[in-house]
């Protein structure tokens, strides 16, 4: 099954993603669980499929698609977790590389991704997203899928250029982040580590390979997060990008204004963006 999290006629809402359309699940349960992170809280799965053959409410269309998450308590990230990316990076730390991202450096799916205007190397990098159902903390690898409510397109834009030492500056310029266009839940996906992924910028793929190639396993990386922070309901580990990046082609490959960024990884779908050069902004006046 796949849920969308999107906002209709100026009302957040979540509901059943299919071929056909969405079934909007907020007009009919959102006065139990007002948001899809409430919603994953629940049983979710059983009830969604109560309504999995009602009629399709709205077309995609008619929405305006918010991140999967777009208020999680977590954004935590993976850096270095395949193996053709350590050797572009001359990575060899066998520990999981971490960093975080805030909620507002995502966007949704079709909607404008925000290159910074200080940047001059807005790279892109498509990765697979762990959205987590149930939550705890020392989470032992060998049950940590069964805390896992589905899986998501990820394309975690970085401003390579404030990219130094830290990951931090490079990753949470607003809107740099898509997310989407949905959650594929587990039930659909019982192996993450069985899919291809693929990135393409203005129809070109300058990515491909599969999750098989991660270094560093979901439920391994659920286990070491869970051991030093506690994990809840919604929040998201991006689990890494292949190798291909632009920074370390010849020459490099950047992303501008205009550019379309797609991320498509099997049995989710294709999370697809355009980019924009983000608004001007006014300084702050001294007080």
Same mark, same amino acid.
């Given at each position: 099954?796949?849920?969308?999290?999107?906002?209709?006629?100026? !009302?957040?809402? $979540?509901? /059943?993603?299919?071929? #056909?359309?969405?079934?909007?699940?907020?007009?009919?349960?959102?006065?139990?669980?007002?948001?899809?992170?409430?919603?994953?809280?629940?049983? @979710?799965?059983?009830?969604?499929?109560?309504?999995?053959?009602?009629? %399709?409410?709205? *077309?995609?269309?008619? %929405?305006? @698609?918010?991140?999967?998450?777009?208020?999680?308590?977590? /954004?935590?990230?993976?850096?270095?977790?395949?193996?053709?990316?350590?050797?572009?990076?001359?990575?060899?730390?066998?520990?999981?590389?971490?960093?975080?991202?805030?909620?507002?450096?995502?966007?949704?799916?079709?909607?404008?991704?925000?290159?910074?205007?200080?940047? *001059?190397? &807005?790279?892109?990098?498509?990765?697979?997203?762990?959205?987590?159902?149930?939550?705890?903390?020392?989470?032992?690898?060998? %049950? #940590?899928?069964?805390? %896992? #409510?589905?899986? *998501?397109?990820?394309?975690?834009?970085?401003?390579?250029?404030?990219?130094? *030492?830290?990951?931090?500056?490079?990753? =949470?310029?607003?809107?740099?982040?898509? &997310?989407?266009?949905?959650?594929?839940?587990?039930?659909?996906?019982?192996?993450?580590?069985?899919? +291809?992924?693929?990135?393409?910028?203005?129809?070109?793929?300058?990515?491909?390979?599969?999750?098989?190639?991660?270094?560093?396993?979901?439920? =391994?990386?659920?286990? $070491?997060?869970?051991? @030093?922070?506690?994990?809840?309901?919604?929040?998201?580990?991006?689990?890494?990008?292949?190798?291909?990046?632009?920074?370390?082609?010849?020459?490099?490959? &950047?992303? $501008?204004?205009?550019?379309?960024?797609?991320?498509?990884?099997? !049995?989710?779908?294709?999370?697809?963006?355009?980019?924009?050069? +983000?608004?001007?902004?006014?300084?702050?006046?001294?007080?």
């Amino acid at each position: 099954m796949k849920l969308a999290n999107y906002i209709h006629a100026g !009302r957040k809402s $979540y509901g /059943i993603y299919t071929d #056909a359309g969405i079934i909007d699940l907020e007009s009919r349960i959102g006065n139990i669980y007002p948001t899809l992170k409430d919603f994953l809280a629940a049983s @979710f799965i059983s009830i969604a499929q109560q309504y999995s053959r009602a009629p %399709v409410d709205l *077309s995609e269309n008619d %929405v305006q @698609f918010l991140p999967v998450i777009d208020e999680p308590g977590k /954004i935590l990230c993976v850096g270095m977790n395949y193996a053709d990316k350590r050797k572009e990076f001359d990575q060899h730390n066998p520990a999981p590389t971490l960093f975080v991202r805030f909620p507002d450096s995502q966007t949704g799916h079709n909607t404008p991704v925000l290159k910074p205007r200080l940047s *001059s190397e &807005f790279d892109y990098e498509g990765e697979l997203a762990v959205i987590i159902g149930k939550g705890g903390e020392h989470i032992r690898a060998d %049950v #940590a899928l069964s805390h %896992v #409510a589905g899986y *998501s397109c990820y394309m975690d834009g970085s401003a390579r250029d404030w990219q130094h *030492s830290w990951f931090t500056a490079g990753k =949470n310029w607003r809107k740099t982040g898509a &997310f989407g266009p949905c959650i594929t839940t587990t039930d659909e996906i019982p192996d993450p580590h069985q899919l +291809a992924i693929r990135t393409w910028l203005n129809g070109k793929m300058v990515q491909e390979d599969t999750t098989a190639s991660m270094i560093h396993r979901v439920a =391994n990386l659920i286990e $070491y997060i869970s051991t @030093f922070t506690s994990l809840s309901t919604g929040d998201v580990i991006i689990t890494g990008s292949p190798g291909g990046v632009g920074k370390k082609r010849n020459p490099p490959l &950047f992303m $501008y204004a205009g550019d379309r960024i797609e991320v498509e990884i099997e !049995r989710i779908g294709r999370l697809s963006n355009i980019i924009m050069d +983000a608004p001007q902004y006014e300084m702050a006046e001294s007080l």
